[in-house]
């Protein structure tokens, strides 16, 4: 596998196989992944946008991920400034990189891929806090919560639903910069 920085033109020209990747990964409908379509395209022109992925030695996509700086007027950023008191949204949501997308192909999941993308992506982030939401799920079992918890990842909101999704999300953020890997 090669990790590689994507630019937003790079992004834009994979979509098809990006949206592929993304309903794999979250079990999405084929009518859900059209309307996901658009907004993943006007994602690439938002301020701080930065995204990676994971290419095999054909070339074709095994996961991405993207964020961008959240600022309010943002979807995602409203939904959950609305759902915190003043200090916690003042916290999180002031100067904010949000990984708006990280998935790797099931095929490909517990090979270290994600983490490579969350590293790499971090690593480039802008901003002094980071935030994404997962699905709801059993930490002990699922893949993506024990990523996002060996990165320092913890709880700004639980069980939170998001309008258009019947699944309880997880709120999750870590202050940032990154740390370099141990070595």
């Known amino acids: 596998m090669r990790l590689v ?4 033109d790079d992004l834009v020209r994979r979509l098809d196989d990006v949206v592929a990747v993304y309903g ?3 079990g999405y409908r084929t009518d ?3 309307a996901r379509r658009g907004y993943i395209a006007t994602h690439v022109r938002r301020p701080g946008f930065r995204a990676v992925a994971s290419l095999t030695s054909e070339g074709h996509l ?3 991920g ?3 700086l959240g600022a309010s007027g943002q979807w995602w950023h409203d939904q959950v400034h609305r759902a915190l008191d003043a200090p916690t949204s003042k916290h999180w949501l002031t100067h904010c990189f949000e990984v708006v997308e990280l998935h790797v192909r099931p095929p ?3 090979h270290g891929l994600g983490a490579g993308l969350l590293r790499a992506l971090l690593g ?3 901003g002094d806090t980071v ?3 997962t699905p709801e799920a059993d930490e002990q079992t699922s893949r993506a919560w024990r990523l996002y918890r060996r990165f320092g990842f913890v709880d700004v909101l639980r069980d939170f639903h998001f309008p258009g999704d019947e699944r309880p999300f997880g709120v999750l953020g870590r202050d940032l910069p990154l740390e370099p890997p141990a070595s």
């Open 5 to 8: 920085r994507w630019t937003p």
């Open 24 to 26: 794999e990964a979250m």
């Open 32 to 34: 859900l992944l059209e």
């Open 62 to 64: 095994a996961g991405f």
């Open 66 to 68: 993207y964020g961008y």
């Open 108 to 110: 490909a999941q517990g």
């Open 124 to 126: 480039m982030a802008e």
């Open 131 to 133: 935030l994404l939401s």
